[in-house]
């Protein structure tokens, strides 16, 4: 008697990234791993080759070669976008992709897509950490108010709007700040991922610049935020259920999945960044203060306003998938010292 094993075609952008490395890992350890044929854009020879030594299949492209985008996502039952949350074109090279696979097949595919919280961001230039609301994840009818102009939102409207169409499965991964070091087979991979996170680095660039942390306003404005490793395990979660229990899974409208477990200010990070500049001897003054505007425009440019904003967001319908974040205020507070030591390693002074 012979068996046949059917190969899941998993079709992925920035597997090397701060996210995706971690995204990755949970395909790789994966037990049907054997079972998946995983291909990986990547930008550079160098990068592929360190990734096929992990039984990845890398192809050479960039998020502007838009056929390559389409042909890729038209040959895999599952598209997972992480490169970035603003490129309507990208996106929509990869839907095109998916409507012709659902074409042939008639079978919708999976689009696991990372956003983020930003659309729900509110101007304080940093004077004060008290949002209007605090938006949960289960409030699809306010979410979908949300106008296109809002971050990420250019991207995520057309791609729910393909869920409502029916020619794919769109679930949107929705994380604020995230925080922590990479680990894992992607991150043991010499100069592959990246390891720093999105937000710290504006900020660490500009102590050591001025010689002293510097803050917006009062530095008061409030973030939630969400470790690397927890954001895995979201994805897990809905990687798995989508695989083999869609019915249980909201999708499209439904389908977002907001990561967060804890908040922060930009005030309370600096002080401990500052602390470790002055140990290390590369500030005069560890104790944060106010940018000048004429520093704000000169370290920022015109998107410091964002850089001040509170943020306030529930990911009640990702717990209620029995996603358990494991890494709260502790380890984000810990986590700045080794980020800043990660920063410093990558920009020597
Ligand atoms: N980090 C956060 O706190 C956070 C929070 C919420 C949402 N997000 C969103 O999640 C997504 C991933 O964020 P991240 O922090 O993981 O970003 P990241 O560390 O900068 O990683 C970006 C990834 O995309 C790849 N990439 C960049 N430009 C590309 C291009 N033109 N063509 C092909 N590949 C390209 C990079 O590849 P190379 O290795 O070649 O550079 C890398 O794999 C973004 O859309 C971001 O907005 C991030």
């Known amino acids: 008697m012979s068996t046949t094993t059917t190969t899941t075609k998993i079709f992925v952008t920035g597997a090397t990234g701060y996210i995706g490395g971690g995204v990755v890992n949970v395909l790789i350890r994966h037990p049907d791993f054997s079972s998946f044929e995983v291909v990986t854009l990547v930008r550079s020879e160098d990068k592929a080759k360190k990734l096929r030594t992990l039984g990845l299949k890398p192809i050479i492209g960039g998020y502007g070669d838009l056929e390559l985008l389409t042909k890729a996502a038209a040959e895999a039952d599952i598209v997972i976008t992480m490169v970035d949350s603003d490129n309507l074109n990208a996106a929509k ?147 798995n259920k989508a695989r083999g229990d869609q019915d249980s899974l909201g999708h499209g409208r439904e389908g977002l999945y907001i990561a967060e477990n804890l908040s922060y200010s930009v005030e309370e990070f600096l002080q401990l960044a500052g602390q470790t500049l002055l140990e290390l001897g590369l500030v005069d003054s560890a104790e944060p203060n106010a940018l000048t505007e004429e520093e704000l425009t000169k370290y920022f440019g015109p998107i410091w306003p964002a850089l001040a904003t509170n943020c306030a967001a529930k990911g009640d319908r990702s717990r209620a998938l029995g996603w358990n974040p494991a890494h709260g205020k502790e380890e984000f507070l810990n986590s700045v010292k080794e980020e800043l030591l990660e920063y410093l390693k990558h920009n020597k002074q």
């Open 93 to 239: 090279a990869v839907l095109e992709g998916i409507k012709q696979r659902f074409e042939q097949t008639g079978k919708p595919p999976i689009l696991i897509h990372m956003t983020g919280t930003a659309f729900f961001m509110e101007y304080a230039n940093g004077l004060h950490g008290n949002s209007e609301r605090v938006y949960s994840d289960l409030e699809s009818d306010v979410i979908e108010a949300i106008p296109e102009q809002a971050f990420h939102r250019n991207v995520d409207v057309p791609l729910i709007q393909a869920d409502k169409e029916g020619y794919a499965k769109v679930y949107l991964i929705c994380p604020g700040t995230v925080f922590g070091i990479p680990s894992g087979p992607i991150a043991e991979l010499e100069g592959v991922q990246h390891t720093l996170s999105m937000q710290l680095p504006f900020f660490f660039k500009v102590a050591l610049d001025r010689k002293r942390p510097g803050y917006i306003g009062e530095g008061k404005n409030v973030w939630p935020a969400v470790s690397i490793h927890d954001v895995a395990d979201l994805f897990a979660l809905i990687f």
